[in-house]
């Protein structure tokens, strides 16, 4: 009978056997492990989400009574006072908006993310989503990502200029993890926070993104992280309309990014008193918001979903997307965890459906759900200047190929039709 071996070697060939790897090789092992590992965080993240939401929101009363309204007053307030906490406690360098700090730490930083933000921005984010604040869910899914990147390459010796890769290949793997789109995850990691395509960061960001999602496809499920949808194939003629609706929904993701920047510049300046407070007044006004359109709290998925699958009223679309602007700019604006992207595709969604009963007004009828869709890439088109992940992103949503060339006449009318920021939008968050 064969001996056991024991456990320490086995360890001491695998650490051998990895430095025996060239330095690309390691990248993209350590990548696939930072995957998976980002795609077990965001799982916990998820569901920390989905409690923390079925034990407070959906336990108020349906009817619109007194308690109702003090719940949803109360409840987003509760849930970024606690997380302003985690993070004043935590570690305060977890202020501020994610994408953000993984592109600074990647730019600035030589990639160096302390560890202890992936556990703060889980529960920070958590428990401000989880009681109601409007934000994204893939905003700490990148950040998680960056961390836990970040934290591994450190752990297996990869100096600063590589260990930026493996930031990367985190926030690929958190936002695939997040929403199920493993090849979206890739270009928005490419074109907003490297800003280039021909990186050598391809390999490692790549095999991450595809571990990252599979690992939280597994657990997850698919649910609402991915809606197969199905259109007839356009025509010319439709062209016309779908540059509308770029025209339309572009300057929807711009204003909407462009109210967070002021509300947060507006209360960092010039606020009084303790600014881990502040949060919960947007929580206040979050839940106000949502006391009329309660489909804006939280992080929106399942409206967004409906939305795309044309069971969104498109006489309350318009309103949806104004108030979730609004909610989103008091819930991050004052300094609540969470993400930005999220809502970007919410008001884009929202906003096509808009279109879309505007258009079957002037007697110009399209399928249930296809502008959405395209409102929802263009809103990303001019929140992030991404044109290619906004169309990347559609395609691989709605997984049908024939809606292709309208998308991308649209995002290109958003992307020209809405003003250049003053500064790269990322770094607005």
Same mark, same amino acid.
């Given at each position: 009978?064969?001996?056991?071996?024991?456990?320490?070697?086995?360890?001491?060939?695998?650490a051998?056997?990895?430095?025996?790897?060239?330095?690309?090789?390691?990248?993209?092992?350590?990548?696939?492990?930072?995957?998976?590992? %980002?795609?077990?965080?965001?799982?916990?993240?998820?569901?920390?989400?989905?409690?923390?939401?079925s034990?407070?929101?959906?336990?108020?009363?349906?009817?619109?009574t007194?308690?109702?309204?003090?719940?949803?007053?109360?409840?987003?307030?509760?849930?970024?006072?606690?997380?302003?906490?985690?993070v004043?406690?935590?570690?305060?360098?977890?202020?501020?908006?994610a994408?953000?700090?993984?592109t600074?730490?990647?730019?600035?930083?030589?990639?160096?993310?302390?560890g202890?933000?992936?556990?703060?921005?889980?529960?920070?984010?958590?428990?401000?989503?989880?009681?109601?604040?409007?934000a994204?869910?893939?905003?700490?899914?990148?950040?998680?990502?960056?961390?836990?990147?970040?934290?591994?390459g450190?752990?297996?010796?990869?100096? !600063?200029g590589?260990?930026?890769?493996?930031?990367?290949?985190?926030?690929?793997a958190?936002?695939?993890?997040?929403?199920?789109?493993?090849?979206?995850?890739?270009?928005f990691?490419?074109?907003?926070?490297?800003?280039?395509?021909?990186?050598?960061?391809?390999?490692?960001?790549?095999?991450?993104?595809?571990?990252?999602?599979?690992?939280?496809? =597994?657990?997850?499920?698919s649910?609402?992280?991915?809606?197969?949808?199905?259109?007839?194939?356009?025509?010319?003629? !439709?062209?016309?309309?779908?540059?509308?609706?770029?025209?339309?929904?572009?300057?929807?993701?711009?204003?909407?990014?462009r =109210?967070?920047?002021?509300?947060?510049?507006?209360?960092?300046?010039e606020?009084?008193?303790?600014?881990?407070?502040?949060p919960?007044?947007?929580?206040?006004?979050?839940?106000?918001?949502?006391?009329?359109?309660?489909?804006?709290?939280?992080?929106?998925?399942?409206?967004?979903?409906?939305?795309?699958?044309?069971?969104?009223a %498109?006489?309350?679309?318009?309103?949806?997307?104004?108030?979730k602007?609004?909610?989103?700019?008091?819930?991050?604006?004052?300094?609540?965890s969470?993400?930005?992207?999220?809502?970007?595709?919410?008001?884009?969604?929202?906003?096509?459906?808009?279109?879309?009963?505007l258009?079957?007004?002037?007697?110009?009828?399209?399928?249930?759900?296809? =502008?959405?869709?395209?409102?929802?890439a263009?809103?990303?088109?001019?929140?992030?200047?991404?044109?290619?992940?906004?169309?990347v992103m559609?395609?691989?949503?709605?997984?049908d190929? !024939?809606?292709?060339?309208?998308v991308?006449?649209?995002?290109v009318?958003?992307?020209?039709?809405?003003?250049?920021?003053?500064r790269?939008?990322?770094?607005q968050?």
């Amino acid at each position: 009978m064969s001996r056991r071996t024991p456990t320490w070697l086995r360890y001491q060939r695998a650490a051998s056997l990895l430095r025996r790897l060239t330095l690309r090789q390691k990248l993209i092992f350590v990548g696939a492990v930072v995957g998976v590992s %980002s795609g077990l965080a965001t799982f916990a993240f998820v569901r920390l989400i989905e409690f923390s939401w079925s034990m407070t929101l959906q336990r108020l009363p349906a009817a619109l009574t007194f308690w109702r309204l003090f719940g949803l007053l109360a409840l987003p307030a509760a849930g970024a006072l606690m997380g302003a906490l985690v993070v004043r406690f935590g570690a305060p360098d977890a202020e501020g908006h994610a994408v953000a700090r993984v592109t600074e730490a990647i730019r600035e930083k030589g990639g160096r993310i302390p560890g202890i933000l992936a556990l703060v921005e889980l529960v920070a984010s958590g428990l401000t989503i989880g009681f109601g604040g409007s934000a994204g869910r893939e905003g700490p899914a990148i950040q998680i990502g960056g961390a836990m990147g970040s934290w591994l390459g450190q752990s297996f010796g990869i100096g !600063d200029g590589d260990l930026r890769t493996l930031v990367a290949a985190g926030a690929a793997a958190g936002l695939g993890a997040a929403f199920g789109v493993p090849l979206a995850a890739v270009f928005f990691v490419m074109e907003v926070i490297l800003t280039d395509f021909a990186s050598e960061a391809f390999p490692a960001v790549v095999i991450a993104a595809v571990a990252g999602t599979a690992t939280a496809g =597994l657990l997850l499920g698919s649910g609402e992280r991915t809606v197969p949808l199905t259109y007839a194939t356009k025509g010319p003629g !439709d062209l016309p309309f779908f540059v509308l609706v770029g025209v339309i929904c572009g300057p929807c993701g711009a204003v909407y990014m462009r =109210l967070v920047e002021r509300v947060e510049h507006r209360f960092r300046s010039e606020h009084p008193g303790p600014r881990w407070l502040r949060p919960a007044l947007g929580g206040m006004l979050a839940g106000l918001i949502g006391w009329a359109l309660p489909e804006d709290l939280g992080t929106g998925a399942a409206t967004i979903s409906a939305a795309l699958r044309g069971q969104v009223a %498109s006489w309350r679309a318009g309103a949806l997307a104004a108030g979730k602007a609004a909610a989103t700019a008091a819930t991050l604006g004052t300094g609540g965890s969470g993400g930005a992207f999220m809502p970007a595709m919410f008001i884009g969604a929202t906003a096509g459906s808009a279109c879309q009963g505007l258009f079957r007004i002037i007697g110009r009828p399209f399928e249930k759900g296809e =502008l959405a869709l395209t409102g929802l890439a263009c809103a990303v088109t001019s929140a992030y200047r991404a044109p290619v992940t906004a169309i990347v992103m559609a395609l691989e949503i709605s997984r049908d190929y !024939d809606l292709l060339m309208p998308v991308m006449v649209a995002c290109v009318a958003a992307y020209l039709t809405t003003p250049r920021p003053s500064r790269e939008p990322v770094l607005q968050q």
